[in-house]
């Protein structure tokens, strides 16, 4: 590694803060680039251990500044850790441009780094790094450019994040929010990266501006740095399909959560205080050798939405650790689109049946610059731009059904023009009619040969709970709005401000569906791509972990009689929650284990013919680990 020439720019500022009498210094990094990079660092008030103070490098998000993680810097302080917080190039009061989280920017944080190993008193071996989005980021490039960190927090990121904004041929509209904040100062590749986006020149974009961003997976996922990492369902900027892969191939100590808060998702305080813990725990752990049992929790956890929504527009959101990733029993099922404006669960029978959708660029007055500065909506907007869209929905849920993973979309098309958009959104239907938008895929063709083909797109990753009588409902449209409160009415990807048209077939001969991954069935007929269990089906309790009470579920395909028990680990019954006849059907089980101690329990299903014979259930599949956790 470039051994750094830091200088200080300015003179230090050394501050006594009150509350934990850290010291403060406030100064420039300069760098081998001759750029100044703004920077603040505390030094705790207490004495160093005998190895010096571990440290923590801060890096803020897009837009941001060093002044973003100085209240940060303070209080991880004043527990004894050195802290450092700098503006990113082109941030703050740093110079030069931002290239928009590229090879300056990486090459940026290995200096910084070695300039917090060049603070007095600090333990060297033990420098950690922690940021979300463009901060996020850079903990994963210390990783995957073995920078000498010890361990890494990385929030709302995933490695392949620029091309992920540019997913099935769509540019997210955040993508506008990177090129044109009025909060940071550019590089001139800015310049040709806005001509691209603005005339949607999509071929020569897509390498452009991937190229030098995205993280090397394999650079990433050999490294054996200690990583925390934190993605979020509905992030309007990187999906978390892109940082579940790579997550799962990582070869170091690790641990994710999936869920919310960040980058415009549902704002939950429970989720807040999680997250923060877990970072605070993480770096303690790793940083200064303080066993704080966190690395005997999950591997994974993972909040998943559900109704009912507030005021807000903001879902509830559940909390559940698991060890293992997928969820257990999560399948994908086929909801087949029909004429009627139904989803179907067996493929259509009809010799024929189409559906049709126009992009119609009404106003040619109406540019993309028009519709930039009024943010892509209003009326002149849906005048120069009006959104078509066709509904299907389908059957009453008869249960609880979770969808935890990315939806996909297989359509047969055929269109005559170059290119077309086709978006798919996802909502939750409830029993009075009103709608709840869930999350979406977004497909724009690029360069269609004309006539017949095929549109396989996978979409946003999600994991939300369907309640029991409601319907999922497909809408496919030209263009991705919804009724979220949140940032609903902005598109979530760029509109295309050209003439375009789409034939979607919907008949036995070509079949078009929608296919989302289920932890239940939707129905209780056969599904194609994931028929039911033929026996008997014991399903993971849910909340697991959980305090106090969970719900355990099974499947019964026929009458019999059943006993559901739970047992400790030493094989003693410690409930029976159901004993008797049971009718066939998917069945919900509460059991308040407030009485019990914390510790690992074990729920056995066993189900028999009411004449006693056996009932074909298989013991492997009839037992589930349940932990409760105070």
């Not at 540019?166 to 993508?175: A, E, F, H, P, Q």
């Not at 929790?297 to 998943?304: G, I, K, Q």
Request: glycine share 8%; charged share 15%; no cysteine.
């Amino acid at each position: 590694m470039t051994t750094v020439a830091f200088i200080v720019l300015a003179t230090a500022a050394v501050a006594v803060l009150p509350a934990a009498a850290q010291t403060r210094y406030d100064l420039f990094i300069s760098t081998l680039t001759a750029d100044s990079l703004d920077a603040t660092y505390f030094i705790p008030p207490t004495a160093p251990p005998p190895n010096g103070y571990p440290g923590i490098v801060f890096v803020h998000g897009f837009g941001g500044s060093k002044n973003d993680d100085t209240a940060n810097g303070r209080v991880y302080s004043a527990s004894g850790y050195v802290t450092l917080a700098y503006s990113v190039r082109g941030h703050g009061l740093s110079s030069e441009g931002s290239t928009i989280m590229s090879v300056r920017e990486r090459e940026d944080l290995a200096e910084v780094v070695d300039f917090m190993r060049a603070i007095p008193g600090i333990d060297t071996n033990a420098v950690g790094i922690s940021g979300g989005s463009q901060g996020g980021l850079h903990g994963l490039w210390a990783i995957a450019d073995r920078l000498p960190v010890k361990a890494v927090s990385s929030d709302v990121i995933v490695p392949g994040w620029a091309a992920d904004m540019l997913m099935n041929g769509s540019v997210r509209r955040t993508v506008v929010n990177l090129l044109k904040s009025s909060r940071v100062s550019y590089d001139p590749v800015r310049d040709t990266l806005w001509d691209y986006v603005r005339n949607d020149q999509f071929d020569q974009l897509s390498p452009a501006f991937t190229a030098g961003r995205d993280v090397d997976t394999a650079a990433l996922n050999s490294a054996t740095v200690p990583s925390i990492r934190f993605l979020k369902w509905q992030d309007h900027y990187f999906s978390a399909a892109d940082g579940i892969a790579a997550f799962l191939n990582y070869s170091g100590p690790k641990k994710l959560y999936l869920g919310t808060l960040g980058h415009f998702s549902d704002q939950v305080e429970s989720e807040r205080l999680y997250t923060y813990d877990q970072v605070t725990r993480w770096l303690s752990y790793h940083l200064k050798g303080i066993d704080n049992g966190i690395m005997d929790e999950p591997m994974y956890t993972f909040a998943e939405s559900s109704l009912p929504m507030d005021s807000a527009g903001y879902y509830l959101w559940t909390r559940t650790g698991l060890d293992a990733w997928p969820p257990p029993g999560v399948q994908p099922y086929r909801f087949y689109l029909s004429t009627d404006s139904t989803l179907t669960y067996p493929p259509p029978s009809a010799p024929s049946g189409s559906l049709y959708i126009a992009n119609v660029h009404a106003d040619s007055a109406y540019t993309f610059d028009t519709g930039y500065i009024e943010g892509f909506r209003g009326p002149l907007f849906e005048n120069a731009l009006p959104r078509q869209a066709l509904s299907f929905d389908s059957d009453p849920l008869p249960w609880d059904v979770e969808w935890v993973g990315s939806p996909r979309m297989e359509l047969h098309v055929s269109s005559p023009s170059v290119k077309f958009p086709l978006h798919a959104q996802i909502y939750e239907v409830d029993t009075g009619g009103t709608k709840y938008f869930v999350n979406r895929i977004n497909y724009t063709a690029r360069n269609w040969p004309g006539g017949d083909g095929v549109v396989a797109a996978d979409g946003l990753a999600h994991a939300h709970r369907f309640a029991a009588g409601s319907r999922i409902r497909l809408e496919l449209t030209n263009i991705d709005v919804t009724n979220r409160i949140d940032l609903g009415s902005y598109p979530f990807v760029l509109p295309m401000f050209a003439d375009a048209e789409v034939t979607i077939h919907a008949d036995a001969s070509r079949p078009s569906f929608i296919e989302l991954p289920l932890a239940q069935p939707p129905t209780g007929v056969d599904v194609a791509g994931a028929p039911p269990s033929s026996g008997p089906a014991l399903l993971q309790n849910y909340p697991n972990p959980f305090n106090g009470a969970t719900t355990i579920a099974a499947i019964i395909p026929a009458a019999g009689r059943a006993t559901l028990a739970v047992y400790n680990v030493l094989g003693q019954e410690v409930e029976r929650i159901a004993d008797g006849d049971i009718a066939p059907g998917r069945h919900a089980f509460r059991w308040d284990a407030s009485a019990q101690p914390t510790g690992v329990y074990f729920a056995r299903l066993t189900v028999a013919a009411r004449d006693g014979s056996a009932a074909g259930i298989d013991p492997v599949h009839a037992v589930k680990k349940l932990m409760l956790m105070r």
